[in-house]
T-cell receptor
């Protein structure tokens, strides 16, 4: 069974640009979560999508946004990139949003220069 | 106030010994508890989950939950060099379903 897949693996952007990160959940999972992990820091919750709706949001500015598609895949958009947005962005998926185990993808390493 | 707290370590453990990791949480209503292992530069890997008070064993790993004292622990028996990683405790509370709260992680170093 395929795990959570994220693309691209690495992404380099210039300050002020937009970045789009993609995530495909494990088959059968309807919930997708996004986390940010800056170098040497812990995982910070960004967004939770379930059944196509945004269910919960972390303490991030509105330039961090996303959506979930009918096939439950998801994308995270970061507008007006800032240097401090450089981090590992992790996507996770689970059954029955929030109530069961979540499994992570390999992450997208975003570097803003 | 941090919602999920762990000792940052590093926790140095001789090969073959037991590694004991602790995690405390502030939300008394928390119901789901998870342990993830994260190797440097990699994504977290789920290794244990526990929902009820008591012990849960899976291979060399044992998770222990005490809701009254608001702590969850992870024991790693017969520690191997491949167990050297950062272990993340995560907690999910009913009033924030979907928002797994992670601790900062405990770095474990298993020495041959």
């Amino acid at each position: 069974e395929a795990g959570v897949t994220q693309s691209p693996t690495h992404l380099i952007k210039t300050r002020g640009q937009q970045a789009t990160l993609r995530c495909s959940p494990i088959s059968g999972h309807t919930s997708v979560y996004w986390y940010q992990q800056a170098l040497g820091l812990g995982l910070q919750f960004l967004l939770w999508y379930d059944e196509g709706e945004e269910r919960n949001r972390g303490n991030f500015p509105p330039r961090f946004s996303g959506r979930q598609f009918p096939n439950y895949s998801s994308e995270l958009n970061v507008n007006a990139l800032e240097l401090e947005d450089s981090a590992l962005y992790l996507c996770a998926s689970s059954f029955i949003g929030g109530r069961t185990e979540a499994f992570f993808g390999q992450g997208t390493r975003l570097t803003v220069v | 106030q941090k919602e999920v707290e762990q000792n940052s370590g590093p926790l140095s453990v001789p090969e073959g010994a037991i590694a004991s990791l602790n995690c405390t949480y502030s939300d008394r209503g928390s119901q789901s508890f998870f342990w993830y292992r994260q190797y440097s530069g990699k994504s977290p890997e789920l290794i244990m989950f526990i929902y009820s008070n008591g012990d849960k064993e899976d291979g060399r790993f044992t998770a222990q939950l005490n809701k009254a004292s608001q702590y969850v622990s992870l024991l790693i028996r017969d520690s191997q060099p491949s167990d050297s990683a950062t272990y993340l405790c995560a907690v999910n509370a009913p009033d924030s379903w979907g928002k797994l709260q992670f601790g900062a992680g405990t770095q474990v170093v298993v020495t041959p």
